[in-house]
Structures are given as C-alpha cells and as structure tokens.
C-alpha cells in the first residue's frame, strides 16, 4: 500500500512561484511513475507532470518551460517547482503513484493541496 502527503500549496500572485512536494509511505518501485495532476473547478484532472525512477520526464504542455519536476528515489519524494503562475494554473493539485500490473496500471492518489493564483 502506498499513501501519498503533498505539501507546499497556497495563494500567489501572477508571476510568482511555489513549490509542491509529495512524500510517499510504503514501497515505490522503480518502475513506478510517480507525478503530479491538477484539477480545477469544473474541470476533469489533467496531467501536469510526470517523473521516472530514471529521470524521464513529462510535462503537460501548459505548463512545459515553466515546471520542473524531481524525483528522489532513496526518501520517495517527488517535487514540483512551478514558476511564472497563471490564474489558469489554479485548482487542486494531486501527488501520483502509477504503478504498472497484469492488467493494466494502478493509480494512488494523494488528498490534494490547492493552489490558487490571484491575478
């Protein structure tokens, strides 16, 4: 079983920065992919970023050149540096796990810190 904490969400201006981390209890397998959504209001959850075991990352292209995601294996942390907010960035953000498996792939969710951007 994998339970996921994020932390570091809040109220920013435009232009400003923040930087969400995740901490992970329980086994993370390096072959998980770990990551962060996003979910604003009225919104379905979309993707925001993801990270390998190795480093291989993903960005939503949204957000692609103003996010930087890391990952640390050995304390099953994954961050998210975001810079450069928009309004539109805001909602709820959700730390990731997806974990392959015989069917298909499982997802662990964390409960989510919410950003708000003021403009």
């Known amino acids: 079983q994998v339970q996921l904490v994020e932390s570091g969400g809040g109220l920013v201006q435009t232009g400003g920065s923040l930087r969400l981390s995740c901490a992970a209890s329980?086994?993370?397998?390096?072959?998980?992919?770990m990551g962060w959504y996003r979910q604003a209001p009225g919104k379905q959850r979309e993707l925001v970023a993801t990270?390998?075991?190795?480093?291989?990352?993903n960005y939503a292209d949204s957000v692609a050149g103003r996010c930087t995601i890391s990952r640390d294996n050995a304390k099953n942390t994954v961050h998210l540096q975001m810079t450069t907010l928009k309004p539109e960035d805001t909602g709820v953000y959700y730390c990731?796990?997806?974990?392959?498996?015989?069917?298909?792939?499982?997802?662990?969710w964390g409960q989510g810190t919410q950003v708000t951007v003021s403009s």
């Open positions: 990731n796990v997806r974990r392959g498996n015989r069917y298909g792939w499982y997802d662990y």
């Open positions: 329980g086994s993370i397998f390096s072959t998980d992919s």
């Open positions: 990270v390998t075991s190795g480093g291989r990352t």
